[in-house]
């Protein structure tokens, strides 16, 4: 059986600002609402903030230095609206947009393709204070952000992301409160999808309008949901899941609707039953590529603890150092999905990583073997859905360097790069010099 990628398949790896770049304060920046979780005593695992991280904002030549041995042929990075927007609504900030500049430039240097996402989570405290993504001028100003960097960037980047796991900053930051802005509001959640959705299609359209260089789409976290069970209840509440995490998001992008089965709540039905056709049709612009972040399946059993009348149920068997499941399979499911319900687009793995513990040995080594074969197992159904005739043009590892992990801080590392955080030293794990052979030889078999 032939275990070789297709020849153009892109292998790359993908970081966030505000999880690497540190220099938090100074240089123009406006704080982000990451910034004022993250100092917010009990928000944040030990503490953690992301005032220097990896230190990326001032290392990001070493860093680049570091793919380029890696042999990835593009690199999915963010760009920190804080950073680049002295207001966060209209007037630039030219160190900031000088930064992104820099980096791009190098990676092209590098022969490596600069893929970048424009909203990975750090809204700017400002634009938060006036309502968030709740408000609509929230969306307004991010499409004039994303003009912006469209037009400083342009020729520069060769995909564009509009928004990174909307369903998850959403949902966790506005419905649970577990991420920033650290709110618990259902009718703020609804509004918020819908904003971010027309978010995202105005981005896109003014793309297409100015006639941007290079491709764009959205990257959204996307799983199968099981029923724990055959029970009615348990396969309804699965149905929900799906509609909620998946549908919520794919239908009104690929179809110009959202699904009914989420209509047929309360609060999202008072938001999104009263909207125009025009608005889908804008939140329904073409893409032309979707990205997949994928990391774990869910089982779902029927709640009344639940908001939605669903929740997760914890599953034996082999775990990240995270607890989540590992479950290859998911990963070719979620793949097969959105070919059988929304036709054979370009799709792209923009995530897909583990945590292990990844002790430093006393000569400075990480030998991270479960992270080598949480990989190459999802590698393995990658292959096989290509096989299939799924059209699948990339892969991306969570994530290049160990970084500031949410809610978790410091205490989860994702990393093919350690990172000391004392000394910012960079030390490649094996599975760096694993996924390396893997880049060079084109197959998961090395």
Not at 264 to 292: A, P, W
Request: with cysteine; proline share 4%.
């Amino acid at each position: 059986m032939n275990h070789n990628f297709p020849d153009d398949f892109i292998w790359g790896a993908a970081t966030a600002s505000f999880q690497i770049e540190g220099a938090a304060y100074g240089f123009g920046k406006l704080p982000s609402i990451w910034d004022t979780f993250s100092h917010t005593p009990g928000n944040v695992a030990n503490g953690d903030t992301g005032d220097f991280a990896c230190d990326h904002y001032n290392r990001f030549v070493q860093d680049i230095a570091i793919m380029k041995e890696l042999g990835i042929k593009a690199y999915r990075f963010s760009i920190s609206w804080p950073r680049v927007m002295k207001d966060a609504k209209n007037t630039p900030n030219p160190q900031g947009i000088e930064f992104y500049k820099n980096l791009t430039d190098e990676l092209i240097k590098n022969d490596i393709k600069p893929v970048a996402t424009l909203y990975h989570w750090d809204l700017p405290q400002i634009l938060q204070d006036e309502g968030g993504w709740a408000n609509k001028k929230t969306a307004e100003y991010f499409v004039n952000f994303a003009d912006l960097m469209f037009r400083e960037l342009d020729g520069r980047v060769y995909q564009w992301i509009t928004f990174n796991e909307p369903s998850v900053f959403i949902f966790l930051g506005n419905l649970d409160g577990v991420h920033a802005p650290g709110m618990k509001d259902i009718w703020t959640s609804a509004k918020c999808v819908h904003n971010v959705l027309w978010a995202h299609g105005s981005a896109v359209k003014i793309f297409r309008e100015k006639g941007y260089k290079g491709q764009i789409g959205i990257t959204l976290n996307l799983a199968p949901y099981e029923p724990a069970s055959s029970e009615i209840n348990d396969v309804m509440a699965a149905s929900t899941g799906d509609a909620q995490w998946n549908r919520l998001f794919l239908d009104p992008i690929f179809k110009g609707t959202y699904p009914e089965i989420i209509m047929n709540n309360r609060e999202f039905r008072k938001v999104l039953g009263t909207l125009d056709s025009h608005e889908m049709e804008v939140i329904s612009e073409k893409i032309d590529f979707l990205g997949i972040n994928y990391y774990f399946r869910n089982v779902v059993k029927y709640s009344q603890k639940g908001k939605l009348g669903f929740e997760s149920i914890k599953l034996d068997g082999e775990k990240t150092y995270f607890g989540w499941e590992v479950y290859p399979q998911g990963l070719y499911d979620i793949l097969k999905y959105i070919k059988e319900n929304y036709g054979n687009i370009p799709l792209y793995i923009t995530e897909n990583g583990a945590t292990y513990e990844d002790l430093l040995t006393s000569d400075m080594k990480i030998h991270d073997v479960q992270r080598i074969s949480y990989l190459k197992r999802h590698f393995e159904k990658a292959l096989r859905a290509i096989q299939d005739g799924i059209n699948l043009k990339g892969y991306y590892v969570w994530s290049l360097l160990d970084n500031f992990e949410w809610a978790e801080g410091y205490s989860k590392r994702f990393g093919l790069v350690y990172i000391d955080y004392n000394t910012f030293e960079r030390i490649p794990k094996d599975s760096f010099f694993w996924y390396k052979k893997v880049i060079e030889k084109n197959t998961f078999e090395v």
